[in-house]
């Protein structure tokens, strides 16, 4: 029979230390030949993370040795860190950021030099006998870093500078003959979901590009994963009608392939994404989004007939597709993610590593709703509702749990329905979570993504309040304990909504932005212009950033915030937490604040996830009065 507990005051099996020792992050998938690659980030390796292959008779082994940590810098969010080809491994190593090789069995030597250079998303040109990459020179001390495509080669290590001149690059890739080489650029203000270009060039005798060509993109126009099919056709994901859809380049002319009000890209914030591939000259593999549900499905690229492929799963992230197979991370709202391999010819699916050894009882998962609610200006909003659900415990007749909304960061990203441990974590000891794909959230075409251009610091704030107001209404969520937290963007969202708005009682800002002047002044280069559409362009438009810029107004903040900050973040420093954290102090409003060491922009070792988890709930437990199921460690709490 279960017990009676106020919510939040709920023992669960769900702990932190549960989520983090039996967790990893899969992710950058690779092919070549039969043998499966992919990247794993492990946070009890103090969140290393490594390469790992399983070979065609099924066995898996780590392949990066110990001693090195597979991460690229560039951008800052990386992504594209290694790549293979016949056996022999090309990665970069977070601690040095140099390039080194790595035949089968042997151990890794470096590529290129010891100096502020970082590489990422490669290809090998074998008749050359070099690499071809994205390189970012951060040598000129006081300038911003120059992003360029270069040319490595494997016999003397010498670098030559294919493409320069934009102030990004991404994504080169090679012709299946060899002959010509595509790849994106783009440059300030845009970002590579704004508007990006893409370009093919002949390779000449000498190995320098020749004869450039632009074939599709601009400046309103989105270009994603140029890819080259076996029979040397180029495809590639462009939003030139609203939505990220398929086309190929084909005798000098642009085709579109299965025109649809679905998703096929993604917003690039890092390098190697891929939704596609070929199993063959006429068989394109394919995942995208309709109406917030994934597809995987086959094309016909003669034909043009799209053919849904029946899964199991909710979500297929990091597809690659082989001969008669597909590998991707599979996703569903009731287990952790899991690298699947799916049999093309019989759809048989093979789960070939879990993200988690954790094995849930049913009976304390929430399942999530995916909600549609009004918002500002007579327009919908969409969010995933999580209600509380632990099999031992109900709550008091007529009470009401705490909501948490979750914002997440970006803000051009977008939540999904994939099991979460750390939601589960929340539902199980009683609170309701709201996650919110506020305006700016992508998986719903141009136009929802930029009803943010412009509106930072309005519309995702709006999207969220009017989401809890949603539930309060429907009697789901107690008006008097809503709380908020996000990460980065989604850090900005949570700090914004409490200042400027006063639904929320309690917020968790994770290394989050609360000084857009700040931002734009100080940041790495990648989005040093991001604010430009999301704001205005600055100095211009000071007065916007100066308005939305939550440390300006802590006199309107009157709520309890904890803040958790990594002490070697770059993209949002820890200035941006101390500065809001000082002026809350003053205020003798509730504060506190955890600051990590050794952390950049989100958390990857384990004790330290732990930790921020258990000290947002220890932080809520004392503003909203309950009290917890298990000993949790205190957190100081300045002003309370």
């Known amino acids: 029979m279960a017990k009676t507990a106020p919510y939040g005051a709920w023992q ?17 998938i690779h092919l070549d030949g039969d043998d499966i690659y992919w990247n794993e980030l492990r946070p009890t390796e103090k969140g290393r993370s490594l390469i790992v292959r399983r070979t065609a008779d099924g066995e898996i082994t780590d392949v990066t040795p110990t001693d090195f940590n597979v991460r690229t810098r560039v951008h800052e ?34 590529l290129t030099p010891q100096e502020a250079l970082r590489y990422a998303d490669g290809v090998v040109d074998r008749s050359r006998q070099r690499l071809i990459c994205v390189r970012e ?12 495509i270069v040319a490595i080669s494997l016999d003397d290590q010498a670098q030559t500078v294919l493409a320069s001149g934009c102030d990004f690059y991404s994504t080169p890739r090679l012709s299946p003959d060899g002959t010509q080489l595509a790849w994106l650029s783009w440059n300030h203000p845009n ?21 450039s060509q632009k074939v599709a993109g601009g400046l309103s126009e989105s270009i994603f994963q140029p890819q080259w099919s076996p029979d040397g056709i180029l495809y590639f994901i462009g939003d030139a009608t609203g939505w990220w859809n398929l086309y190929r380049w084909h005798h000098q002319t642009v085709e579109p392939l299965c025109p649809l ?29 309709h109406k917030g549900v994934q597809q995987l499905a086959q094309l016909d690229t003669t034909t043009l007939t799209l053919t849904k492929i029946d899964t199991p799963y909710a979500s297929m992230g990091g597809l690659q597709v082989g001969a008669d197979f597909v590998v991707f991370l599979g996703g569903s709202p009731s287990q952790p993610s899991v690298l699947v391999r799916l049999d093309l010819s019989t759809g048989e699916t093979i789960e070939l590593r879990r993200s988690s050894t954790l094995e849930i009882d049913q009976g304390y998962l929430s399942m999530p709703e995916t909600i549609t ?20 415990y109900s709550a008091p007749e007529e009470s009401l749990p705490p909501l948490l909304v979750k914002s997440h960061g970006g803000p051009t990203a977008a939540t999904s329905s994939n099991f979460s441990p750390a939601i589960q974590y929340w539902t199980s000891r009683g609170f309701a979570v709201l996650d919110v794909n506020y305006g700016g959230s992508t998986g719903y075409g141009r136009a929802y993504r930029e009803r943010l251009k412009g509106n930072w610091g309005i519309v995702d704030i709006d999207d969220c309040v009017n989401g809890a107001n949603y539930l309060v209404a429907q009697g789901k969520a107690d008006p008097e304990q809503l709380a908020i937290d996000g990460g980065s963007a989604g850090g900005y969202t949570t700090l914004g909504a409490l200042t400027f708005r006063d639904v929320f009682k309690a917020g968790a800002s994770y290394y989050g932005v609360s000084d857009m002047t700040a931002l734009a002044m100080d940041t790495h280069k990648f989005e040093s212009r991001y604010l430009d559409s999301l704001v205005g362009p600055y100095p211009e438009r000071k007065d916007l950033y100066e308005a939305r810029s939550p440390i300006n107004f802590t006199d309107q903040l009157s709520c309890p915030v904890i803040f958790l900050q990594g002490d070697e973040d770059k993209i949002v420093p820890p200035n941006q937490a101390e500065l809001m954290v000082d002026a809350l102090r003053e205020k003798n409003i509730p504060v506190a604040y955890l600051l990590f060491e050794g952390e950049q922009h989100g958390f990857r070792k384990a004790d330290n996830i732990k930790r921020a988890l258990d000290a947002e709930f220890y932080f809520y437990s004392r503003v909203f009065e309950f009290e917890p199921a298990e000993e949790i460690e205190p957190v100081e709490i300045w002003g309370l």
Not at 12 to 28: D, Q
């Open 191 to 211: 970002m590579p979901w704004d508007g990006t270009e893409l370009w093919v060039a002949e390779i000449a005798a000498d190995g320098t590009l020749a004869k």
């Open 12 to 28: 669960s099996p769900i702990t932190s230390e549960v989520i983090v020792s039996n967790s990893i992050r899969l992710g950058s």
């Open 373 to 392: 609610f009004p918002t500002s200006n007579n327009l919908s909003a969409y969010g995933i509702y999580y209600p509380p659900k632990n099999k031992d």
């Open 261 to 289: 009000e679905a998703e096929f890209g993604a917003p690039q914030w890092s390098f190697g994404m891929s939704t596609y591939g070929f199993a063959s000259a006429q068989t394109l593999v394919c995942t995208y989004k």
């Open 77 to 110: 969010y990386g992504g594209g860190a290694y790549w293979v080809d016949q056996g022999e491994i090309y990665f970069s190593n977070f601690l040095d950021q140099r390039l080194y090789q790595q035949p089968s069995g042997t151990v890794p030597k470096p």
């Open 137 to 148: 020179d951060h040598t000129q001390t006081g300038q911003a870093a120059i992003n360029t």
